[in-house]
């Protein structure tokens, strides 16, 4: 059985998810924060803690079978991987952003304007396809600061919540790509049921994140109108109760629906709703 290799953040916005992800997929490990690879103890898999910059090519060139990384990174280090699973967090939105006294309103006014950026392989290629000609200045760390030093007319970078931007005296002006952290994987992994079978673990985590399990009373005059809003898994699991006429109904709700779903529910007559939530889900 070959051990598996599979890169991650070593540290950023993505490293606390990626970890938590893994051990509730009931992966054993340690030292994960002090060593550059960990040794899974009860699964073929070895964790290389990495800059997410380098995940993508360690993934491409075979160092690593597998990788957790942002959209963003891979798009902009133009890296040859196989996308797995998107997996729902480190969401964000790379934006061009403009100063908040700026002038500029539309996008043909960036037409030989200076903008800085951490990510010029995804800016080029967007300023090409809306036949935009800017001066695209590369620079590391915090491009925010490029309008306000005179280095720059505008900035592009990665925004979550538009904190950093409303506190560098920027406002958001056009967005360019929407991003999450991916399970990617290197082309010589087809097939492989070592990487099946993570990947399975991974997807009944991610399943159960999005669900909630319910559990309600109801009479059984108003049965079927409960049943009819309660697709469950595959269906709804309905149990007598000691009071006559009445029945315990199990299912799943999706989280996205919850509250819907339970208003509905009060109103069609179900009554003492519990829910919980769910570890995994294997389909």
Request: charged share 25%; net charge negative; with cysteine.
């Amino acid at each position: 059985m070959k051990t598996l290799k599979i890169a991650i953040q070593k540290s950023g916005r993505l490293n606390e998810k990626s970890v938590e992800i893994l051990k509730n997929c009931g992966l054993s490990f340690e030292n994960y924060k002090s060593s550059l690879i960990s040794t899974v103890t009860n699964f073929p898999l070895e964790i290389l803690f990495l800059r997410d910059d380098d995940i993508p090519e360690y993934v491409q060139d075979g160092i690593a079978d597998l990788g957790i990384v942002g959209e963003n990174v891979i798009v902009e280090t133009k890296a040859e991987v196989s996308y797995l699973q998107k997996l729902g967090f480190g969401k964000c939105t790379l934006k061009i952003a403009v100063q908040a006294t700026s002038n500029i309103q539309n996008l043909d006014e960036l037409n030989g304007k200076a903008i800085a950026t951490s990510y010029p392989v995804i800016l080029e290629k967007f300023l090409q396809e809306k036949g935009i000609k800017s001066d695209i200045r590369t620079i590391s760390g915090s491009v925010e600061i490029g309008p306000g030093l005179g280095l720059s007319d505008a900035i592009f970078d990665i925004v979550s919540t538009g904190g950093t931007l409303k506190s560098n005296g920027l406002k958001p002006f056009a967005d360019v790509m929407q991003s999450e952290a991916v399970l990617i994987g290197n082309k010589s992994i087809a097939d492989n049921p070592e990487v099946a079978e993570l990947l399975q673990r991974i997807r009944s985590v991610l399943s159960a994140k999005s669900n909630k399990y319910v559990v309600l009373n109801v009479s059984k005059d108003n049965l079927q109108k409960v049943v009819d809003l309660l697709p469950g898994v595959k269906s709804p699991t309905v149990v007598p109760l000691f009071e006559p006429n009445w029945v315990a109904v199990h299912s799943v709700i999706a989280e996205e629906d919850f509250w819907d779903k339970i208003n509905s529910l009060k109103a069609a007559g179900a009554e003492g709703i519990l829910v919980m939530p769910i570890e995994k889900i294997i389909t």
